[in-house]
């Protein structure tokens, strides 16, 4: 089966609110929400894609003919390629009841681990959620990222007990989650954490801890006073603030300040293994990817996680092949040119 055929099955399955779209690019859910939209005033999850459309690549196939290297070290471990699935909670209320927040999870992490990366997991409401999938994760090993909601510190340190007991690969916060309404309603109150906070949080976890939501090089140097060992420069696809800027846009910035320091992931609109290429040329040392992750899983289960993978992993070889790069760390800035 064929990406296409894969976004043909899934298309009717993840309706209304998502059209599985030949690319995902945030155009046709703006204003969905529920569904896989941004928040108003809509066009987040678009500004995302566009960014990266901006970026070119710069070709040059005057160089040696080795075979282009594509495996990322991360924490102690070495995965096939710089991309990782990103956390997606809510998953029946945003694409359908095909699928729930439980075996979404059940498909994507195995299926991620297998193809030699790793899954995020969304966590929500229901603990039930990260308690599965980080048992899921222990029977591969501990192989997975679990991310927590930023809830008051007793309700995170009770679920990084669960982690550290599970002997899980890394953990991670989304901690733009801060002005979600059903954290803000909690008693002890969640939401935003200081530094110190943050530092208590890294320093319970036992394993590597991932920042995810960060957009400002102020941000990512917090996030690095606390301890990450690495951030995520996202903005939730748009979904948790509307008129941020775009994660492309803000990534050289924020590696220029903190890269060499942390690990930097970015994630929102990269859809191709050109756009996985740019954002390691701009700084990032690896990436996150969401929706078509979904919308792969809604039409071919774990066969969509491999097509996926796969798809990426052939046009990220052919664009390090084309621009004269032969591993992850040649991918510089001067293969890519950002404006006209
Ligand atoms: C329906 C939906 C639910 C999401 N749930 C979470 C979540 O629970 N935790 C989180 O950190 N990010 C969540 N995200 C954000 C994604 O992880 C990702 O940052 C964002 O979608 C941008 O990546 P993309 O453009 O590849 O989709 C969610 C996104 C969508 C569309």
Redesign the pocket.
Known sequence: MDYNEILEKARGRVAPYCKACPV?N?IACAHNMP??GPKQPGNG?AR??EAWQRVFVNMDTICSNDAPDTTFKLYGHEFSLPVFI??????AL??GDDYNDFTYNDVIIPAAAECGSAA?S???VDPEVMKRASATMAQLGGMGIP?I?PWNIEAVEEKLDILNSRGIFAA?M?I??AGLPFLKAMNPNAGSKSVAELSEIIKYAKMPFIV??IMTVRGAEKAVEAGAAGI?V????G?VLGQTRASADVLPEIAAAVGGQTTIFV?????NGVDIFKALALGADAV?????F?TAVYGAAEEGVRVLYAKYLSELKDTMTMCGAHSLDEICADMVHVGA
């Open positions: 995902c945030g569904g896989p999850a995302n894609y990103a956390p997606v909670g809510g998953v945003h694409y995020f969304g966590d929500g991310t909601k991670a989304d733009d989650g995810k939501g995520v996202s903005n939730h696809g979904r994630d929102g609109g990269l859809r996150l990817i969401a929706r078509p979904v």
